[in-house]
């Protein structure tokens, strides 16, 4: 797996995010951050590093375009034992994005409300988030994914007493997001689905 030496944090819950970062920045693992994610860090007195200014590129139409970037899918899905991929990556100034801890914007919750839009429905569909996250997970030889904040505390672990986290654990991690990000789709499919014969909503 190799030394974790940058991560990229954006969560919509927040919970133990604050106390997983400082124990990376105290491993000396630089962070990249978005939003709320990191104004939350920055607040808590932790150095991050906002994609923006990672990328060279702002967030655009109202935050929808922020992480769909080259140099974060480059990072996450450049095979490190790949010597053409570390070509371009260099070619490119893209730098390797070892961790990743993302959760999605929370549609579940949002379409729960009797009150919800097809619209704000819609607003809450996540798209960056799962394309990290499906990233990272193809990669996980080389890249550890957390979807799940209870997963913070086993990977903390394992930085702290190996400076990595295993490939058996990688593993185990990515097959949760997988889980994750398809039940994540099957119950934004289903929604609509539900709003197809409904007048005036196409």
């Known amino acids: 797996m190799g030394k974790i030496k940058r991560a990229l944090l954006s969560v919509t819950d927040k919970s133990g995010i604050v106390e997983f970062a400082k124990v990376l920045v105290e491993n000396g693992i630089e962070i990249l951050s978005t939003g709320g994610t990191a104004k ?25 375009v922020k992480t769909l970037h080259p140099k974060v899918h480059g990072g996450l899905l450049g095979i490190r034992s790949n010597p053409e991929h570390i070509r371009v990556m260099k070619d490119h100034q893209i730098e390797c994005i070892d961790l990743v801890a993302i959760n999605l914007y929370p549609f579940e919750k949002v379409i729960s409300r009797s009150d919800c839009t097809l619209n704000e429905a819609i607003e809450n569909i996540d798209i960056g988030g799962p394309a990290m996250l499906r990233s990272a997970a193809k990669n996980f030889e080389s890249v550890t994914v957390i979807v799940d904040p209870n997963d913070y505390v086993p990977v903390i672990e394992e930085i702290r007493k190996n400076g990595e986290v295993s490939k058996k654990t990688n593993f185990r991690l990515a097959v949760k997001v997988f889980e994750t990000t398809s039940s994540y789709d099957g119950m934004i499919a289903e929604y609509l689905r539900s709003h197809v014969c409904e007048e005036g909503n196409v």
């Open 40 to 64: 939350a860090l920055k607040e808590n007195g932790i150095p991050v590093k906002d994609v923006s200014e990672y990328t060279g590129f702002p967030e655009i139409l109202d935050g929808r």
